[in-house]
């Protein structure tokens, strides 16, 4: 169900590349005439596809998708490497990959499938005492990150292209918030000597949202997705009447109502399907953590 955007709600672009996710916000606030927009996960300038923005009171469910899992479509180049680990970057070496086997990409994909303690790419939006790692990098000063715990459920190839000297690998990755698709290419040309890179990156999916659901002309009449059906779809639904919505959103407890939670921290939604706020279990009874503030007629 979409709604109109005087009540906010959730906002899927498909982000063409060389523009920055930031660029996608301000072009929405342009569009929707509010500054009040926010976006769940950064895409490279280089990347395409999905990114979900959260607008007006709707920003506030963005922390519930900002952890979710996502989806990636990539190309990663064998044989050479740049100082981003992406095509955005400066090459720093090259190497004939011609004599890398297929056998040799499916088994070092297979090596970087499931749990794993991955190191982000130095050009990267991590802060180090309080700074930009890409900041300090462009500075010239030496930027070492700490390697962080990622999963990546699937690592598939779709094709392997060979060139001159060098070896295209597109592939579909599924994985946990954090994981760096760079990273990946990186460590992948690593472990077969010959270093690699990435050439194209595209997200097809962030939790139950897909980039085929996503706009691309932001329009003042863009569709938005309805705050409570998402939060619904994210966390369960909490159905409350009239008057527990009006309790829960004057921070009052609903007493001995927790036996009817679903999920840990669901979503309580009204007599009218308008989404009253995210509740959670305190012993028998139920307490907002999280509000939306009531809409005026």
């Known amino acids: 169900m979409h709604q109109s955007q005087g009540s906010g709600g959730i906002l899927l672009v498909d982000k063409p590349g060389g523009v920055t996710s930031h660029d996608i916000v301000a072009r929405a606030r342009r569009a929707l005439n509010t500054r009040k927009i926010g976006h769940a996960g950064t ?69 970087l499938t499931g749990p794993m303690a991955q190191v982000p790419s130095t050009v990267s939006a991590i802060k180090v005492g309080g700074r930009r790692a890409y900041d300090l990098a462009r500075a010239g000063e030496q930027v070492e990150l ?89 966390l369960g639904a909490f159905p409350v009447t009239a008057d527990e919505a009006r309790d829960l959103r004057h921070g009052k407890r609903l007493l001995g109502a927790a036996d009817r939670l679903t999920g840990e921290n669901p979503a309580a939604i009204d007599p009218d399907g308008v989404l009253v706020g995210i509740v959670g279990r305190r012993g028998v009874d139920v307490k907002s953590l999280m509000n939306m503030p009531e809409e005026q007629p």
Do not use: N, Q, W
Request: proline letters at 3%.
């Open 43 to 111: 895409l490279d300038p280089m990347a395409t596809g999905l990114l979900v923005l959260g607008i007006g009171h709707s920003t506030r469910l963005l922390t519930y998708v900002v952890g979710l899992d996502k989806t990636y479509e990539a190309t990663i180049r064998l044989g050479v490497t740049t100082d981003s680990d992406d095509a955005d970057g400066v090459e720093t070496s090259t190497t004939d990959a011609g004599g890398v086997t297929d056998e040799a990409i499916h088994r070092g994909i297979r090596s």
């Open 146 to 234: 700490k390697a962080r715990d990622v999963v990546v459920s699937r690592f598939e190839v779709r094709e392997i292209r060979r060139g001159d000297g060098v070896i295209d690998v597109d592939v579909v990755v599924d994985c946990s918030s954090g994981t760096y698709i760079r990273a990946l290419a990186r460590d992948l040309g690593a472990d077969l000597g010959v270093g690699g890179h990435l050439t194209a990156l595209r997200r097809t999916r962030v939790g139950p949202f897909d980039v085929a659901e996503a706009v691309v002309e932001l329009t003042p009449e863009v569709p938005l997705e309805d705050a409570a059906e998402v939060a619904a779809s994210l």
